[in-house]
């Protein structure tokens, strides 16, 4: 019955609207700056210095203002303030060196090689002479064992063939990009200049002889930390080359015949980058060897009737003013 009671009271008290109690502010007269009482002040005053700490006045730059046009003493001044040291006028500029200028000690190919027997005089003399400088070239190749450790030259030598192979073969599909992991920044120009206006058609058949090492050296440019290797392998092969000029005719070669082709050529790494590549930087051409036949190139014929008349419309210029005069 207590709960009944209870109930029913709840329910008549919350029917009945009193004022300022359980109704809306519209519904009263009173004005709501009257009502409203809320503190904005903390109500613990001891931590107002945190609170202040929270915001952080920032002094912006002037970027309107000219530089230029502050004196030396405002300008020492300023950047005190600042904190800041004086700028100095920095003339270095940082460069990479990836490649040398051209070969180091380079070797010289024995007169007739390729063609002389061993067991003649002149190919034990060639012999003699070859032992006589490995002395310098089983130096340098400790030394690039330093950098190197599994450094042989069997194994080299398969993988200079490789790149000798890749190196000719972007030559032939004109991979300009491509060619940059197989050739140094010196070998570059003169390769992009060799592929120019030309269509190439080159296929390696075999080895005439294995490849080998004949000349090794290492030198060091700027410091003696940087250190440049180079190493000479001897190519012995058979080769198809055939060169077409922009026109589509042949300057050079064939692509029946195959030759035997004998190349000195020089790889260089740059031992003191872990990241360094073994590349293609040169060729030796030894004095002895013949000139080469000059290319046959092929120029646009010039019309006969347009010079022709080109010469009479001059002639006709030249004695116009003549006959005026007259």
């Not at 990836?98 to 390729?114: C, I, K, Q, R």
């Not at 067991?119 to 070239?137: C, D, V, W, Y």
């Not at 080359?241 to 030759?259: N, P, Q, T, V």
């Amino acid at each position: 019955m207590s709960l009944r009671l209870l109930n029913k009271v709840g329910i008549q008290f919350l029917q009945e609207t009193s004022v300022n109690f359980l109704a809306p502010i519209a519904s009263t007269s009173i004005n709501v700056q009257q009502v409203r009482h809320r503190r904005t002040k903390h109500w613990d005053p001891k931590w107002k210095p945190l609170r202040t700490l929270k915001v952080v006045k920032v002094e912006l730059p002037k970027f309107n203002e000219n530089t230029e046009d502050l004196t030396e003493e405002e300008m020492r001044s300023r950047l005190k303030e600042q904190g800041l040291l004086p700028p100095r006028p920095w003339l270095e500029k940082p460069f990479f060196i990836s490649s040398t200028g051209g070969v180091f000690e380079g070797y010289v190919p024995p007169e007739g090689d390729g063609k002389v027997s061993p067991i003649s005089a002149q190919g034990a003399k060639q012999k003699l002479q070859f032992l006589e400088k490995k002395s310098k070239t089983m130096l340098a190749i400790r030394k690039i064992r330093s950098f190197e450790e599994d450094f042989d030259t069997p194994e080299f030598c398969k993988a200079a063939q490789n790149v000798y192979i890749k190196m000719h073969e972007c030559m032939a599909s004109g991979d300009k990009e491509t060619i940059q992991q197989y050739i140094t920044e010196r070998a570059y120009p003169e390769v992009m200049h060799n592929m120019k206006n030309k269509t190439i058609r080159w296929k390696y058949l075999k080895d005439v002889e294995l490849p080998r090492v004949v000349h090794a050296r290492c030198t060091d440019v700027v410091s003696k930390e940087n250190i440049f290797a180079q190493v000479t392998v001897r190519f012995h092969t058979q080769q198809v080359l055939a060169i077409y000029d922009r026109f589509g005719r042949l300057m050079h070669g064939s692509e029946i015949i195959a030759k035997d082709v004998l190349e000195y050529v020089v790889f260089e790494k740059h031992l003191a980058n872990e990241y360094g590549l073994w590349r293609v930087h040169d060729k030796i051409i030894p004095d002895w060897m013949p000139p080469k036949e000059p290319t046959s190139l092929t120029f646009e014929k010039p019309q006969l009737n347009i010079i022709e008349s080109k010469e009479k419309e001059l002639v006709d210029k030249e004695k116009k003013p003549a006959e005026i005069a007259a």
